[in-house]
């Protein structure tokens, strides 16, 4: 995550299930400082975008469905979230131009998109120290 303090990349975050119940203090306070996950409360939908510099997010009990774009519009994306709480099958979907890109994996998942370069450059899940 070290990469979301670099106005070169566009850094998009979808939970799905308990997202964060079973990460460490340390890496919850360390998404916090970053700005994120600030209103997360656990087993909720939560969605994150976080480009040039700005951070925008959503959390809600029910299922989330986000619409922006990258790039004066050149780039699309569509992020889905659905915690254990939502009445909607819990999953998580980042698409960008129509291409899925999230691994929904329970827990955080989040894809990184350069700008410069004009494509994903990662894609993660990530769900604490819980082994399933």
């Not at 990349?9 to 994120?36: C, P």
């Not at 040039?52 to 004066?72: A, D, P, Q, R, W």
């Amino acid at each position: 995550m070290d990469v979301v303090s670099r106005e070169d990349y566009t850094v998009l975050i979808a939970v799905k299930g308990d997202g964060m119940t079973f990460l460490e203090e340390s890496v919850k306070e360390d998404f916090r400082k970053m700005g994120i996950f600030t209103d997360y409360t656990e087993n909720s939908s939560y969605f994150a975008v976080i480009h040039e510099g700005k951070i925008e997010e959503g959390t809600s009990k029910e299922i989330l469905v986000h619409h922006g774009s990258i790039g004066n519009r050149l780039t699309d994306y569509e992020i889905k979230s659905a915690g254990w709480d939502s009445t909607y099958d819990v999953c998580a979907s980042i698409k960008i131009n129509d291409e899925e890109w999230a691994r929904n994996g329970n827990g955080i998942n989040v894809v990184i998109y350069s700008n410069e370069r004009k494509q994903v450059v990662d894609s993660v899940s990530y769900d604490g120290e819980f082994k399933r």
